[in-house]
């Protein structure tokens, strides 16, 4: 999304490589299975465009070579998340953090703007979690780290990438600040929530009255 709408430099880090259960909820198809997903990704967006600029590192997460303009959080994995955070916060880059619960019909974007805050870290969820998949007791080669494959998977996962895809054309643009944080049910009947969150906590503050041990 971001490459069709002319952003021309991109950092991709993610050690993982396609597999063929990816492509289910994924841009690539199957001529990239068995590739390292950067390096996939990076020919996909030359496709688009053929102008872009991709340096890709099949690695875990551990900073950025160059500081960037924004960083895109598209993990689904809280621990990568903070330390996505901590890094935006060290150092007052932008991030837009996307991903989604239980079956995916939910969706979380979170934004961080340096300086105003909140941060990822900041929020504390609160209420009943999302209920997970039944699919672990019907499916016997369930795995639990795999997104499921119900029905209208895709559908969810493009819906959520839209969201965060206006957050950060809404903050490289410094068009109508965004909503710190969505929840919004993917499925009839939609819901939108959004928070405001006033607080700020001990990674992106030195107020470390809120930590507990
Ligand atoms: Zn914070």
Redesign the pocket.
Known sequence: MLAKDGVEMFTLVDADKVEAANLKRHVLDRDYVGQPKVVAMKGHLRKINERVRVSALSEKFNGLPEKPDIICGCTDSLACDSLINAYAVQNGVPAVFGGVHGDAHTVEIITYVPAE???F??WEREGELPQPTQEKYTNPDYDSTKMPSQQGLWGDVLMAASLQFQAVLGILGSREKFPPLVLKSLRYPFKLETYDQGE??A???SDFSRLTA
Do not use: F, L, N
Request: some cysteine; overall charge neutral.
């Open positions: 805050g909140p941060c870290e900041c700020r906590c990674v992106c503050s």
